[in-house]
């Protein structure tokens, strides 16, 4: 596709569900990111992909937080028992490779545990 | 840890003002340094990045230096424009850590 795209846009669940937000990178980007966002902060990284392996889950912030990449390209971000403290803007990015290379962001995902 | 530190806002400022955002970050070799900006309602895209010491990112005329003697990549701007207003935000590789952003509002 033309940019990064992120689904769904928005999610709300209940507290202890299980959510999987997905990203479909830009094609031939071999770099993807995830970051977690919450009002008025920074992007905070979780994981950071080269092809198919996680090159740094070091930002994930406990096990309840799992993100797979497969085939290389599509994404997706695996959230179990959600408990309120991750509502937050997921965010996806996606670079050709890592370095000096600029990355490209999609929209996020708004997730809402209520 | 890789970290990066830039000055709270919001900053205010009349249209033509100059800016200045300044930006700090932990020194582990020479990552390259980016700045990004989140205008309201989009997403983060780059506006400029600096990949070695004393390199100059530029555009839409914003400029940053990358200055290893004192690890800083000053976002500045010579006369903004009350479209400039938006969040911005500091960053360095390798897995592309960013700072806390700066709002800038501009009036007109």
């Known amino acids: 596709g033309a940019g990064v795209s992120q689904t769904p846009s928005n999610k709300v669940t209940e507290k202890g569900k299980y959510v999987e937000l997905r990203c479909d990178p830009i094609s031939g980007h071999t770099a993807l990111y995830w970051y977690r966002q919450s009002l008025g902060q920074g992007p905070e990284f979780l994981i950071y992909f080269q092809g198919t392996g996680a090159a740094d889950d070091s930002g994930l912030p406990n096990d309840r937080f799992f993100a797979v990449r497969p085939e290389g390209s599509v994404s997706t971000l695996k959230i179990q028992r959600t408990e309120r403290g991750d509502s937050a803007v997921y965010l996806c990015?996606?670079?050709?490779?890592?370095?000096?290379?600029?990355?490209?962001f999609g929209q996020g995902t708004r997730l809402t545990v209520v | 840890g890789d970290s990066v530190t830039q000055m709270e806002g919001p900053v205010t400022l009349s249209e033509e003002a100059f800016l200045t955002i300044n930006c700090t970050y932990t020194?582990?070799?020479?990552?390259?340094l980016f700045w990004y900006v989140q205008y309201p309602g989009e997403g983060l895209q780059l506006l400029l990045k600096a990949t070695k010491a004393d390199d100059k990112g530029s555009n839409k005329g914003f400029e940053a230096t990358y200055r290893k003697e004192t690890t800083s990549f000053h976002l500045e701007k010579g006369s903004v424009q009350v479209s400039d207003s938006a969040v911005y935000f500091c960053a360095r590789r390798n897995k592309l850590v960013f700072g806390a952003g700066t709002i800038l509002r501009v009036k007109s």
């Open positions: 990015a996606s670079s050709l490779v890592g370095g000096s290379t600029e990355a490209f």
């Open positions: 020194a582990t070799g020479y990552p390259s």
